[in-house]
């Protein structure tokens, strides 16, 4: 069995509690979320839920079986890395002392970063993107010292002109 990440787009009602059973779910069968976003979407009346997962085919064959028996959960489409448009977001705060300032403020525009804050001793930047574009800029400011992060979470997007909405044809 070879694992590997799915991203389980899931359009949903937007009622109060859709997020706790979906998280019920995965829960209670043991699987572990690696990012989870939720909103709400071009329609009031619904929700998207952009969830992360990494295993192998079986399980996520299951979760969109079970994610299905919900009773809020209207779509659940798995997406492919190659055939969706995904991003997140980072916020971090680095040590930033002065002979090192210039060092870092290049790397922000390197990355096509931007500095949102400058303290005294720190840094705090903010980057989109994808995953491996945040998780290679996050290693190029460990040498500095990462005082404080966050991330959302990948939110994505079929490619091409089908939406959740579009039965497959």
Do not use: W
Not at 60 to 77: A, G, M, N, P, Y
Request: hydrophobic residues 40%; charged residues 25%; glycine residues 6%.
């Amino acid at each position: 069995m070879r694992e590997s990440k799915a991203i389980f787009s899931v359009l949903a009602v937007n009622h109060p509690g859709v997020l706790l059973r979906v998280a019920g779910l995965f829960s209670r069968r043991g699987f572990n979320i690696d990012s989870l976003v939720a909103c709400s979407t071009e329609k009031p009346a619904f929700s998207r839920l952009t969830i992360v997962v990494t295993s192998d085919e079986a399980t996520f064959t299951q979760l969109t079986r079970q994610l299905l028996k919900l009773e809020d959960i209207i779509k659940v489409k798995v997406l492919e890395h190659e055939n969706c448009s995904n991003s997140e977001l980072l916020l971090v705060k680095v040590r930033a002392v002065s002979n090192e300032r210039g060092q870092i403020v290049k790397k922000v525009q390197n990355y096509g970063a931007r500095i949102l804050d400058i303290g005294d001793q720190t840094i705090t930047i903010e980057m989109t993107g994808q995953t491996d574009e945040i998780d290679d800029f996050v290693d190029q400011l460990e040498r500095y010292g990462v005082l404080e992060m966050a991330r959302t979470g990948i939110n994505a997007l079929q490619r091409g002109d089908l939406t959740i909405h579009d039965d497959e044809k």
